[in-house]
């Protein structure tokens, strides 16, 4: 069947990660003013210790309706330091803590161009992890991202995280998409793994990644990565999607 569809993960594939040591130290050293402004006395050191495999826990349960998963999070976290910010002071929390670890990564040069020329003929889809939506959608906007995209699937939103394969079905709906017409390009093996279950034609996108990029983690040895080289189509740039 002809590739009708071309759907993308966002961080590794659209976005391209600097130095992830400087950002997760600038991401703690973000959340440790913010606490610090709101009675957190807890020395830096102390806060690391704290948030070691933040985004690795199980997702907590939600106390409050109206916070995302990153924020819930951070309410956990204030819980076990004896601090209670009030939800407001919590949406502030993540977003500067966000933004500090957003700033050393950066638009691929090839982005637009390719998204441009893409969308001029196919049905484009953003599906991407991420706990806090929001952000999501401010760097898409700020990017100028937002109009290449038929739909924008965020797991957050939907509840289902790949490797689940079923975060793919609103973007398959909202596009009119049968899978086996759709290629989906992602930087990971949980990209690969969920494509390949929900029956989209997966690419992969192999970049050298300086420092971790998923998680603020102490122990950085729990988090390394086996070596990954499935028997798929791999890209080194964007613009190899454009050559058919």
């Known amino acids: 069947m002809a590739i009708n569809g071309i759907f993308f993960d966002l961080y590794g594939t659209l976005l391209v990660y600097g130095n992830m040591d400087v950002a997760w130290s600038d991401w703690l050293n973000a959340l440790h003013?913010?606490?610090?402004?709101?009675?957190s006395t807890h020395s830096i050191e102390s806060l690391a210790e704290a948030c070691d495999q933040f985004y690795s826990k199980s997702e907590p349960t939600p106390l409050h309706p109206n916070l995302t998963v990153f924020e819930q999070r951070i309410q956990n976290l204030c819980f076990d330091l004896k601090l209670n910010p009030t939800p407001e002071d919590i949406t502030v929390i993540a977003n500067k803590v966000a933004n500090a670890w957003q700033a050393h990564i950066s638009?691929?040069?090839?982005a637009h161009h390719v998204l441009h020329t893409l969308h001029r003929s196919?049905?484009?889809?953003l599906v991407s992890n991420f706990d806090h939506p929001p952000h999501v959608h401010s760097v898409l906007n700020t990017l100028g991202l937002t109009?290449?995209?038929?739909?924008v699937v965020i797991s957050a939103e939907v509840g289902i995280k790949k490797p689940d394969p079923r975060i793919f079905d609103s973007a398959l709906e909202q596009t009119r998409m049968k899978p086996e017409e759709v290629i989906y390009v992602g930087d990971t093996e949980d990209d690969i793994i969920a494509a390949r279950a929900a029956g989209?034609?997966?690419?992969?996108?192999?970049?050298?990644?300086?420092?971790?990029a998923f998680d603020f983690s102490v122990n950085t040895h729990n988090l390394e990565q086996a070596e990954f080289t499935p028997d798929v189509r791999a890209i080194t740039k964007l613009s190899e999607l454009l050559i058919q």
């Open 200 to 212: 989209l034609v997966p690419i992969l996108i192999q970049r050298e990644n300086e420092g971790n």
């Open 107 to 110: 638009l691929d040069p090839e």
């Open 147 to 151: 109009p290449h995209f038929d739909s």
């Open 33 to 39: 003013e913010q606490l610090s402004l709101r009675g």
């Open 122 to 125: 196919k049905k484009l889809a």
